[in-house]
């Protein structure tokens, strides 16, 4: 069992940055892709990025390519997602999800991650 817990978000102006940080338990950590996921009120929860568990590979949505960036730090059981150039619809309750598939490639669909955590809030106002 993974328990992923995310942290980072906030309200913050258009055009300004976050970093979201995930925080996984257990000892195989670096063996999990991760992915970042956001769902906005009303609609379905969609792909943001994804990292593999070697972190060699990354992947985007089309929306956040060039703005976010996916990053692990597998010594400290940690994955990041730093957000540039925030936009007003960037707003959404963001979760962070492993894959036991490590090293599969490209952005998965969300039934393919195998643990959630419980998601945190980022506001973009505009």
């Known amino acids: 069992q993974v328990q992923l817990v995310e942290s980072g978000g906030g309200l913050v102006q258009a055009g300004g940055s976050l970093r979201l940080s995930c925080a996984a338990s257990g000892r195989t950590f670096n063996s999990y892709a991760m992915g970042w996921f956001r769902q906005a009120a009303g609609k379905e929860r969609e792909f943001v990025a994804r990292?593999?568990?070697?972190?060699?590979?990354?992947y985007y949505a089309d929306s956040v390519k060039g703005r976010f960036t996916i990053s692990r730090d597998n010594a400290k059981n940690t994955v990041y997602l730093e957000m540039n150039s925030l936009k007003a619809e960037d707003t959404a309750v963001y979760y962070c999800a492993a894959d036991t598939v490590g090293f599969a490639g490209g952005p998965r669909p969300l039934a393919a991650y195998d643990y959630w955590g419980q998601g945190t809030q980022v506001t973009v106002s505009s």
């Open positions: 990292i593999t568990s070697s972190g060699a590979s990354t």
